[in-house]
């Protein structure tokens, strides 16, 4: 038995998604002031997800700023 972190658990904390119309507005502000890269998912446009990805500490302090924008994330 491994004391090694599960894939899903590191993902989650190096990873948010949230749908891209709810970014949209604050996207280039979210690319610009955080360490991070923001991917748009394939999918259908009424789906549309994008994955900002970044450092654990880099993913939390976009998070707090995503909270205060009005941005949900799960």
């Known amino acids: 038995m ?3 972190p599960s ?3 590191l993902r989650d904390s190096t ?4 749908p891209c ?7 280039e502000d979210v ?3 955080f360490a991070v890269s923001v991917f748009d998912d394939d999918g259908p446009e009424s789906d549309c997800r ?6 654990p500490v880099a993913i939390r302090a976009v ?3 995503l909270a205060r924008h009005g941005v949900v994330h799960p």
């Open 63 to 65: 998070g707090t700023y």
């Open 50 to 55: 994008c994955r900002i990805v970044g450092s």
């Open 15 to 18: 990873e948010i998604r949230v």
């Open 2 to 4: 491994s004391d090694s």
């Open 21 to 27: 119309d709810a970014l949209a507005p604050i996207r």
């Open 31 to 33: 690319e610009s002031e």
């Open 7 to 9: 894939p899903e658990s």
